[in-house]
Structures are given as C-alpha cells and as structure tokens.
C-alpha cells in the first residue's frame, strides 16, 4: 500500500493459522478484506482478474500437526492451491504469482548451505504438500498459464506473527517466553543451526519478485543474513526480553524424526538475479520485535494455546504418530 | 500365487483406468477381489492386518489426463493414497510395501541415463501426485510406520494392458495399432528415446522388493534393457503384426509441453541390490504381447474408445489447457 497499490487481502482466518486482524488495523479501511478460502476463488473471480500481482501466501506451515491431521494438511497446502490457481490461469491468464514456499521441501540438508539445487526430500507432510503446491505454481508457468516465483522461506520471524500458537515454530515460541520472562527451551544441545529471516526482509524479497519485468528464475532460496545456532537464537531474544534463561531439553517424543538437523541457505540466486539480500541482523530483529509486542501482548495471546482441528476432516481416522 | 501365497486384489474398477476383470480370469476362484477404493481402506482393514506384503500398483498413469482433470488425479494418485497408508500404519504396524512409482517425477532428463539422485522436476501434475504418494510411503518408512520400497517405473507394456485407453501412454496405442494393422504414428521425429520395459520383468521387480529381508534402499528406478528410439519401438511392434507402417506426425497441441524428450533409465542400483535386471528384449517383448493378443482381442477393445471423467468432481471448472 506504501507504494500506492490496492490491495485485496483473502483470509479464510482458519482457527489454529494465525488470523488476527489487529495485524491490519492501521489500514483496515484501505484494504478490501475477503473473508474466503483460497480454494473458493471461484468467488472471488472478479477480484483475481483485476489483479496485477498475486502474492499467495496462503497455507498451514505447522510441521507438528501436518504430522496429526495429514488429510488437513494436504487440504489447506495442496487441494486449496489446485483449485486456486486453476481460477487464476482461467480468468487471469499469465499473471504474475509470488507463491509463499518454504526450506521444508528440502528435508535434511545433505550439505550447507542449501542451495535451489539442493535434492528435495521432505520429512513431513507439511514438506510434501507445499512442495506439491510449488510445482503446481511451476508447472502452470512451464505451460505459459501464470508467471510464478516460487520463494523457499527459512523460518521467518517479526511482528504480527501469532504467539499463541505453538505448533507453528520455534521462533514464535522463543519470542512469548522472551516477553513474559519465561525460559527459553532448545531441543537437543541447541547447537542446530538456522537463519531466521526478519518479516520486513522477507517482504522486500516478494515484492521484488512480484515487480521484476521478467523473472530469470523461478525458484529462489529466501534466508538470513547468517547461520546461527538455536542456542544463540535463544540467547539473543532472551537479551532482548531481558528477564529469560535459555535450557536445552531433550526433544519430545515423535519430534526428532522431523526433526531436519541444521539448515542454513544459500541465498546468492535471490541476491544475483533480484538484488534482495537479507538487512535486518537478528539482534535488530529481535529487540525491534520484542518492542512491537510489548505495548499489545493482549492482542496476541488472548485466545487459547490449545489445539484447532481437532473435527478436521479425516482426524478421527489419524492417530498421532507421535504419541506411540 | 505361483510362489504360492493367497492373494487378495483391491481394485475399484474406476472407468477408463484399465481394469479388466478378463485379466483375472484364470485365477478367479482362487483370489479374493475386493471391489473397493484404496482411499476406503477402513472397510478392509481386516484383509491388511493379514497382509505379509502389499503391492500398491493402484493409481492413475495417464499424464495427459491429469492436465484436464488435475483434480481427479489429486484424488485418485494422492489423497487416496494417504488415506490407505494411513490405516495400513495404524492396523499392520511395519508392514512391506511395494509402491508403483513412475519415472515422471524426474520431469525432462538432466542428464541420462537417469538415477535415483536426478533431480525431482514432474512436468504434469500426474508427475506431481505420484510423487507426493511416493514420499508418503518413504516418510511413514522413515517413521518406522510403515517397510515402503518405490519403484520408479519407465513405460511398462505387455499382456493384459487396456487397449482401448490411448491417454494411458503410447506402448498400448502401438499395441492396437499393430493388431489392426493400422499406421503407428510417433510424435515429432520419433528420435526421443525410451526404455520400455516388459510387464513380466516389472512383476519380478516388484516381487524382489517385497521379498527382501532388508531393503538397503527405498527408491529404486526400473527400466527396460535398452534405450530405444521411440521410431524404433514403433518399428518393432510394426514388424511383429506384420500389417503396419510408421508415420511420423506433429505433437498434437499441448501435448509437446508435457513431453520430457528423451528418457533411459540407470537400474544399476536394484541390479546391485536386489539382482534385478530387464531380461526381455523388445523384439520378444513385443511378439509375446501381440501373441497374447490375438484371440482376446474383443476383451480389450470392446470399450468404446472415449473420454471418461466427464462428470468428475471440479471438472467443470477446468478448461483443458491443450485446447487453446
């Protein structure tokens, strides 16, 4: 909107996936707001033909219950994207899509950093299904139907993300413990290494590969400016929180085994072919996250930390693997 | 059964993917045929409690039809898949199982003859949903739920192939054509190759895997002998009927996206171990077939040679992307 765009934000505000509308207060009269699952594009047709730039970021990005409710998963990850992009390449055809992807579909890196060439070997299916939604955005773009980028996110972390919401990553985790002076908990020795990437960062990367004339590639790795250790990750939102202390525990049980060891990206593509590279250094990050959250913590941790979906679809059939 | 152990079949008998119960036939009384979908396991759980190996071969293989009705085939190749494995994890902890996978999830060969570690590039969304269903089994394997090996099929032919469904594949349009007398037309120049493999040398394959006491590995690539042109097998089969010529025609539109060119497969690594290896040469391949043939015609031509899947669930919404 900054840049002079209209905007349509679609958001099905599906329990459990991080819905807030807090999140668009400042510009909730500005934004045309559709309270619609992506896989009901259908009725939103006029809206997508409109469109000059897609951004779909839609999606559950829990890997813990893509592994208790995997029929939910591939509903949310696979079936609604299906459904979304054959309406897209019908009444928009050749649109430009930045589709929100992620490092999962590479599963365990068999070397570091993990580059776009890097084998795909999801541990999960969560892993599966966005892979599976990429192609699609791939495959219609191989055929000249849309014009997708298809960004492979490390874990992002900054302002707005939900805190009550536990299955969806560590970082979110890291940061209400940091805020409310709890410790800080690394499965493990906490020396895995990831690049969290700052939110303001990862936007940068998608509209620059929303704006580019022409895109010269069609996969790009989007990470942090440097490998760090979970323990120094920790560390550095319990500094910034000022009250925590950072534990190593073991990993729950049924947790390990997708569990994916470190992971660190090589984001020279991005930074080659878009000029992106990752600015916000995670000490910035961290503090200027904390301070976001501590004046409204209230609109952040009013629901529940229980578990959604547990009518979802198929869930009565699915035992979790991880409580045997 | 030879081998002899007592053999159930489930098959849903869904139209225009092949099933035959003339195949059968010879061992009716001693097989059980359970007319379900794989997807709708929970109704025979009690058949996979008692399973020592399950060969999964269920699935759709027509690439072209998966782009006019990718739905369909996210339901028929993935979310029918996960719902099966699902329950066999939950009633036959461990158990062996044998999946058909399908060189298509390797998309346009980088480099040939293609391995097990080329890249994953699926080029239609067959390719896409056969893969999923793949790393379904490899990801509940890795789990310890499930004992899943992927065969990662080239073009198999031989007896007992549908004739009359040409969106299945090539080996039975030449097939047909050959028994008819009729002209075997070849896409393009007829130079790309393929390594057609023979249904019987398939079958060994998928005995090897389940027989195993230890799989030491999970993905293993089956391909046939030799890599052929495709004007060359064209020629084989021709010369066996005795009655056709070989045409070289265009792509039909739309078709030419979805063609990978040239494709061999490297099945060094079940040769290695396991001990597989093709043995069938094309020329006695293709006569046994036709000879198979022969006086059954009308049990594999009696179908009309349409379109099935018409009325399948969302395939109003898709237009076929060939048809503009």
Known sequence: ???????????????????????????????LLIPLDIGDAADFASEIRAAD??????????????????ERDLDCN?????????????????????????RQVYGRPQYLPVDESHPLDAVDFNGIHKLAAAQYHLLLSNLGELDAAVLRLTNVYGPRMALDLPWQGFMS?????????????????????????????????????????????RTYNVGGAEPLSLADIAACFAQAGGRSTVRCVPFPEGRKAIDIGSYWTDW????????????????????????????RMSHYTDAPATEPFREARGAEALEPAAAR
């Open 1 to 31: 909107m900054e840049l002079g765009a209209s905007v349509a934000i679609v958001d099905s505000s599906v329990q459990g996936c991080g819905a807030n509308t807090y999140n668009i207060a400042p510009s909730r009269d500005r934004v």
């Open 53 to 70: 730039v897609i951004f779909n970021l839609a999606g559950e990005i829990s890997h813990t219950q893509s592994m208790r409710f995997p």
């Open 78 to 102: 696979a079936v609604a994207h299906l459904r979304f992009l054959e309406v897209c390449r019908r009444v928009r055809r050749g649109v430009r899509i930045v589709f929100a992807g992620t």
């Open 173 to 217: 985790v890291f940061i209400r413990a940091a805020l409310l002076g709890e410790p800080l908990q690394v499965y493990g020795d906490g020396r895995q290494l990831r690049d969290p990437v700052f939110v303001d960062d990862v936007v940068d990367a998608l509209l620059m590969a929303g704006a580019v004339e022409r895109l010269p590639s």
């Open 268 to 295: 020279s593509l991005i930074q080659r072919e878009l000029g992106w590279q990752p600015r916000i250094k995670i000490e910035d990050g961290a503090r200027s996250t904390l301070e976001y959250y501590r004046r």
